[in-house]
């Protein structure tokens, strides 16, 4: 089994900046992605970005591009989305997940943190 615990949500004014975390533990994958997804009240799940164990990273919506930035520190198993620029829609539970590289849907979940932006 793998954990993952998110934190690092909170309420800020637009135009801040936020650091989420996710940290993993249990048994998991050496070959690793790890996905941060984002869910606003009334619309479906979307994908922000993504990053393999070897720091390859992907980004989702364009609405995301140039204001999220996905790292990773492998020693501290801690997946990190820094948030900056933040707007109003940007407001929405933001979950990470993982999956081995090789698969294709994301097997483990975390609980979720919730990012409010004020305008």
């Known amino acids: 089994q793998v954990q993952l615990v998110e934190s690092g949500g909170g309420l800020v004014q637009a135009g801040g900046s936020l650091r989420l975390s996710c940290v993993r533990s249990?048994?998991?994958?050496?070959?690793?992605?790890v996905g941060w997804f984002r869910q606003a009240p009334g619309k479906e799940r979307e994908f922000v970005a993504s990053i393999m164990w070897s720091g390859t990273s992907t980004y989702g919506a364009d609405s995301v591009k140039g204001r999220f930035t996905i790292s990773r520190d492998n020693a501290k198993n801690t997946v990190y989305l820094q948030i900056n620029s933040l707007k109003p829609e940007d407001t929405a539970v933001y979950y990470c997940a993982e999956r081995h590289a090789t698969a294709t849907d994301y097997l483990y979940w975390g609980q979720g943190t919730q990012v409010t932006v004020s305008s």
């Open positions: 249990g048994r998991t994958f050496s070959n690793y992605v």
